[in-house]
């Protein structure tokens, strides 16, 4: 049915939980039915500011709940393959975090079981979405800036060390690289695509997270992509294309609502800015509800293939700085 209702599951109640749910309820034609937590008092105080209908206390019991049509994983990365599959087998729709899993086999696995059982499966890459970065990839593929030369991303806060949090805890998948450096890459790959050669490094937290990563993409005719996540410092966290023909500059912070300017040689620069009223979480979640309307079981833009292949080259990177999970 065009007009049928989604109903809604989040799985993991921590903080984009959060603002991905005060997204969902401005969305239309779609509702929160249920919430888990691995904590009751949780799942209720959460159930509560978000009027969900049903609090679990479990997410397999959440998972089994007939009403529940799709189901946005919030977990840990290192929970998402897990997560993923579990939501798959009891016939949900799946709508999961970036990084989509801990590496590029896990990527394949999801992939399969979701076209094994059918079912619409999706990254969370929600800038993808935007309508400043939907604009500032068609800007660049129409050939505006001329051919992209550079580019140049970053990603950088400055998060207070806790060993704990998923952030730097590495059984968790924490560091900088899959947390934020995922964004600068992922800029690289929709705008540039895969690179011919890789080379990175990076220093390490004494847990063995990494709490930087200097990321060199290199393609042909001397195209370059030059990327950086760090926790250790704030950073401007914008995307600089540089083309034969002028600059586009997506603005700080690239990743989440944004602007862009165009500056074209011998010309002023040109702003777009764009007016969001939401967190920016709401066009993932209208695309995703858009797809199971029509009964589709992959995104036509984030694709399997560019899930497989921004998990590819974070697997790259993460060989040439010798981290392992
Ligand atoms: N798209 C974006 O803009 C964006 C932004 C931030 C994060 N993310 C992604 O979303 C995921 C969650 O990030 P977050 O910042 O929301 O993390 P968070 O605040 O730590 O929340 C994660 C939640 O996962 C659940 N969880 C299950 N097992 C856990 C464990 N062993 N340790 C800790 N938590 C556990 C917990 O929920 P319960 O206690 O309720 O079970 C926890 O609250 C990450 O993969 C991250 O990459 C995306």
């Excluded at 079981?113 to 929600?126: C, I, R, T």
């Amino acid at each position: 049915m065009p007009d049928r209702i989604i109903y809604w599951g989040i799985i993991g109640l921590g903080k984009i939980a959060h603002k991905f749910a005060e997204d969902l309820l401005k969305v239309p034609r779609c509702e929160l039915a249920a919430v888990a937590s691995r904590s009751e008092t949780k799942s209720k105080a959460f159930a509560n500011t978000f009027k969900a209908k049903k609090a679990y206390a479990n997410y397999e019991d959440l998972l089994q709940d007939p009403i529940v049509n799709a189901v946005y994983i919030a977990t840990p990365h290192s929970y998402h393959f897990d997560h993923a599959l579990l939501s798959l087998k009891y016939g949900k729709a799946v709508l999961c975090e970036k990084p989509f899993a801990m590496h590029t086999a896990q990527v394949q696995t999801m992939i399969t079981a979701a076209k094994a059982h059918n079912l619409l499966l999706m990254e969370a890459l929600w800038t993808n979405f935007l309508p400043h970065y939907k604009k500032a990839m068609e800007v660049l593929h129409v050939g505006a800036i001329g051919k992209i030369l550079r580019l140049e991303a970053d990603f950088g806060f400055e998060p207070i060390f806790d060993a704990e949090s998923r952030v730097f805890n590495k059984e968790l998948g924490g560091g900088s690289l899959l947390d934020i450096g995922i964004y600068p890459i992922f800029a690289a790959l929709s705008s540039l695509g895969m690179p011919k050669k890789i080379e990175a490094n990076a220093n390490f937290f004494d847990n063995g997270a990494d709490s930087e990563c200097f990321i060199h993409f290199k393609y042909d005719d001397k195209v370059e992509a030059k990327l950086h996540s760090t926790f250790l410092t704030n950073s401007h966290t914008k995307a600089v294309f540089t083309g034969t023909c002028g600059v586009l500059e997506i603005h700080g912070r690239f990743h989440q609502p944004s602007s862009f300017t165009v500056t074209l040689k011998d010309e002023e620069p040109v702003t777009y800015n764009f007016k969001v009223p939401y967190h920016g979480y709401f066009y993932e979640i209208d695309h995703f509800n858009q797809l199971l309307r029509q009964n589709k079981t992959e995104s036509d833009v984030m694709t399997f293939q560019r899930s497989l292949n921004l998990m590819e080259l974070l697997d790259t990177v993460r060989t040439k700085i010798g981290l392992h999970y």
